[in-house]
């Protein structure tokens, strides 16, 4: 059994070449660049809550620092560094050697530095802290929605709450479609290029992460900006083939664990938007818009422009 020493010079010790001083001492040493605010996230993800217990360690390594860096991108902030506290029910060489390759390579996908971080032996729970920086005052925030702007989405949202309905033998989903549901669910990509590209050229006035569902997410954008909000269901991404049609709506409305981002911009920056979208390579779906009104309401209308009952909290933690 490698020591806890043994076990971080091993597995996460990699070259850290954007700190003054990486892992090893009892802190790591930081500059963020001239102009720029730091902008700081952590999230933890345990075992039989936010992941199976059998989760794949590489996929589940490079979740893990993946779902910490969308919150990055909902803020247009740029990925510098990580930390990582964890607690391991073992050491596991195997283990620890897919999960720190998973780790490493989404940390080299966004460029970040793993510059330090904790272990301990307990129940399987991965603690990540991101720091980003963006120029001081750009941030992309969830309480600057205005009346008027159109409601976007990026990728495909739902995906990944049907891969884990797959999994969990909640519903059946046709061959093709598992393997994409699947791919969602267990490597996220964080839109980190549509937040930096979108708070650089001005193009959304809020944003936010799509973690608990589409619309629980954009509720806390509606709350923080107090306005309201209408959504077109039919202008959201079609249903796939291959899945109950019912349950993938619900998966796309309240599923969860997306990584998408939702944004609010003017109207006038559609054609620039469809210009990103293209060049991102990454769709963009105008699914409704924010409206004035103090309650912060939440209208869900059908492609027949009929009201349609909100039914989908969210995920909750303590539901
Ligand atoms: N159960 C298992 C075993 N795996 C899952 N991925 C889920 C449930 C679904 N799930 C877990 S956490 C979560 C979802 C949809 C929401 C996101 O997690 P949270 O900790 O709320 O992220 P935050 O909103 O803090 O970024």
Same mark, same amino acid.
């Given at each position: 059994m490698p020591s806890e020493f043994e076990l971080i010079r091993t597995y996460f010790s990699r070259p850290t070449p954007q700190a003054v001083l990486g892992p090893g001492d009892d802190c790591a040493l930081l500059v963020p660049s001239a102009g720029c605010e730091l902008a700081i996230s952590t999230?933890?993800?345990?075992?039989?809550?936010h992941f199976l217990p059998d989760t794949d360690p590489r996929q589940l390594g490079w979740k893990a620092l993946a779902v910490n860096l969308s919150d990055l991108a909902a803020m247009? /902030?740029?990925?510098?560094? %990580?930390?990582?506290?964890g607690s391991l029910p073992e050491a596991c060489a195997e283990w620890l050697a897919s999960f720190? &390759?998973?780790?490493?390579?989404?940390?080299?996908? +966004?460029?970040?530095?793993?510059?330090?971080?904790?272990?301990?032996?307990?129940?399987?729970?991965l603690c990540f802290t991101v720091l980003g920086e963006l120029p001081a005052g750009e941030a992309l925030r969830r309480d600057r929605a205005l009346p008027g702007d159109d409601l976007w989405v990026s990728g495909w949202p739902g995906l990944a709450a049907l891969g884990?309905?797959?999994l969990q033998g909640r519903t059946e989903l046709a061959e093709g479609l598992a393997k994409r549901c699947l791919a969602a669910l267990q490597q996220p990509w964080p839109r980190v290029e549509l937040g930096l590209e979108l708070r650089s050229r001005r193009l959304?006035? /809020?944003a936010i992460d799509v973690s608990d569902g589409l619309l629980a997410d954009l509720g806390h954008?509606? &709350?923080?900006?107090?306005? %309201?909000? &209408?959504?077109?269901?039919?202008?959201?991404?079609?249903?796939?083939?291959?899945?109950d049609p019912a349950f993938a709506r619900q998966?796309?409305? /309240?599923?969860?664990?997306? +990584?998408e981002l939702v944004f609010s911009a003017a109207p006038a920056r559609r054609r620039e938007l469809a210009a990103l979208a293209a060049e991102l390579d990454l769709p963009l779906w105008r699914f409704g818009r924010?409206?004035? /009104?103090?309650?912060?309401?939440l209208t869900l209308l059908d492609e027949d422009g009929q009201e349609l009952a909100v039914d989908g909290q969210g995920f909750d933690h303590f539901a």
């Open positions: 999230d933890m993800l345990v075992a039989g809550r247009g /902030a740029k990925p510098r560094w %990580a930390l990582l506290a720190s &390759e998973g780790v490493f390579a989404c940390a080299s996908r +966004y460029g970040v530095d793993l510059v330090g971080g904790d272990t301990t032996r307990g129940p399987l729970n884990l309905a797959h959304a006035n /809020a954008i509606l &709350e923080r900006s107090a306005v %309201a909000a &209408e959504v077109q269901v039919g202008q959201l991404p079609s249903r796939p083939a291959g899945a998966c796309q409305l /309240a599923g969860g664990d997306d +990584y924010i409206v004035a /009104a103090a309650d912060r309401r």
